[in-house]
């Protein structure tokens, strides 16, 4: 299973150090959200900004997620620029509601606004609804096994090789692909899909150029603990893991007013990775307007945009 390859991942030895940068941009209001251990909200389809342009439907091989370790057809969402290509790859990985009924409802994993900031940037997207969710269904394998009051206690490698898996799959699927140049691609994810980019990441996957964390974690229930997620530092340690495994360029981007982790704690969490020497930084955003800084990336560009325009740019995009 996923998790027990992030065990003997996270059991390597670290790299060389080099210095992260952190930045953090004034303060603007509060509230409200959802993730693993959450009530009936959706976050995995959270409101989005921006005309959501139609999508090619693909479905790509998940090996050994299927019923008696068969490999499972997963369903993605593919759109590309005009053109015949090949294009630089954004592979989008989206978040997770704690209600199973809401992930079975998953219709869409990213947002207009994301969409088309990538096609204007002449990248190919693809967004895959993975394994637990929507038309993709399947067993549950991103469940931390906690429950309320965060007993009996989580474990988050589960969602984080869950997530992973779904996106080195989709990584293996990308480099068949004409249209694709599969030596420029980039990861994104947010909360518990910023969490599984964190964990491909440190896998060192081929033709990846960096990755954006929007909001990665596991472990939130803003209802019922608003910023103080369940067992914060089993995630200071599995981060600490990735960290010492990590050697590409990455980006972090949590909101002041996320209410799943709260203010402190994503800040620890990248300390603890930054510590392994990968070439990292931290934004902590300006908190989000209508209270739903967990879901950053989903809102207008000028919350977000401007830290990855400067991201891509470095990687020569």
């Given at each position: 299973?996923?998790?027990?390859?992030?065990l003997?991942?996270?059991?390597?030895?670290?790299?060389?150090?080099t210095?992260?940068?952190?930045?953090?941009?004034?303060?603007?209001?509060?509230?409200?959200?959802?993730?693993?251990?959450?009530?009936?909200?959706?976050?995995?389809?959270?409101?989005?900004?921006?005309?959501?342009?139609k999508a090619?439907?693909v479905?790509?091989?998940?090996?050994?997620?299927?019923?008696f370790g068969?490999?499972?057809?997963?369903?993605?969402?593919?759109?590309?620029?005009?053109g015949?290509?090949?294009?630089p790859?954004?592979?989008?990985?989206?978040?997770?509601?704690?209600?199973?009924?809401?992930r079975?409802?998953?219709?869409?994993?990213i947002?207009?606004?994301?969409?088309n900031?990538?096609?204007?940037?002449?990248?190919?997207?693809?967004?895959?609804?993975r394994?637990?969710?929507?038309?993709?269904?399947?067993?549950d394998?991103e469940?931390?096994?906690?429950?309320?009051g965060?007993?009996p206690r989580p474990?988050f490698?589960?969602?984080?090789?869950?997530a992973?898996?779904?996106i080195?799959?989709?990584?293996?699927?990308v480099?068949?692909?004409?249209?694709?140049?599969?030596?420029?691609?980039?990861?994104e994810g947010?909360?518990?899909?910023?969490l599984?980019?964190?964990?491909?990441g440190?896998?060192?996957?081929?033709?990846?150029?960096?990755y954006?964390?929007?909001?990665?974690?596991?472990?939130?229930?803003?209802?019922?603990s608003?910023?103080?997620?369940?067992d914060?530092?089993q995630?200071?340690?599995?981060?600490?893991?990735?960290?010492?495994?990590?050697?590409m360029?990455?980006?972090?981007?949590?909101?002041l007013n996320?209410?799943?982790?709260?203010?402190?704690?994503p800040?620890?969490?990248?300390?603890a990775?930054?510590?392994?020497?990968?070439?990292?930084?931290?934004?902590?955003?300006?908190?989000?307007?209508?209270?739903?800084?967990?879901?950053?990336?989903h809102?207008?560009?000028?919350?977000w945009?401007?830290?990855?325009?400067?991201?891509?740019?470095?990687?020569?995009?």
């Amino acid at each position: 299973m996923p998790w027990l390859l992030l065990l003997a991942l996270l059991s390597g030895t670290a790299q060389s150090q080099t210095p992260s940068t952190q930045a953090t941009v004034p303060l603007a209001t509060s509230p409200v959200a959802v993730e693993d251990g959450a009530s009936a909200a959706e976050e995995a389809t959270t409101p989005v900004s921006g005309a959501h342009p139609k999508a090619e439907m693909v479905t790509i091989a998940v090996p050994h997620e299927g019923l008696f370790g068969s490999d499972i057809n997963m369903v993605a969402q593919l759109y590309k620029p005009a053109g015949p290509g090949p294009f630089p790859v954004l592979i989008y990985s989206h978040g997770r509601a704690g209600n199973p009924a809401v992930r079975g409802r998953l219709k869409s994993p990213i947002s207009g606004v994301q969409i088309n900031y990538w096609l204007e940037k002449n990248f190919a997207v693809v967004a895959p609804i993975r394994v637990g969710y929507g038309a993709t269904g399947g067993a549950d394998f991103e469940s931390n096994g906690g429950g309320a009051g965060c007993r009996p206690r989580p474990d988050f490698t589960r969602p984080a090789g869950g997530a992973s898996a779904g996106i080195l799959a989709t990584l293996a699927w990308v480099r068949k692909q004409p249209w694709a140049d599969a030596q420029r691609m980039i990861l994104e994810g947010q909360s518990v899909g910023g969490l599984g980019t964190v964990a491909a990441g440190a896998t060192r996957p081929d033709g990846v150029l960096g990755y954006i964390n929007f909001g990665g974690g596991a472990g939130g229930d803003p209802d019922r603990s608003p910023g103080h997620s369940c067992d914060p530092e089993q995630l200071t340690d599995l981060y600490s893991g990735f960290g010492k495994q990590t050697v590409m360029p990455n980006l972090w981007v949590y909101a002041l007013n996320d209410q799943y982790w709260g203010r402190d704690m994503p800040v620890a969490w990248h300390d603890a990775f930054a510590a392994g020497g990968s070439p990292t930084e931290f934004i902590h955003a300006a908190a989000v307007p209508d209270g739903d800084g967990h879901g950053l990336n989903h809102h207008a560009r000028e919350l977000w945009a401007p830290y990855v325009d400067a991201f891509l740019h470095a990687r020569g995009f």
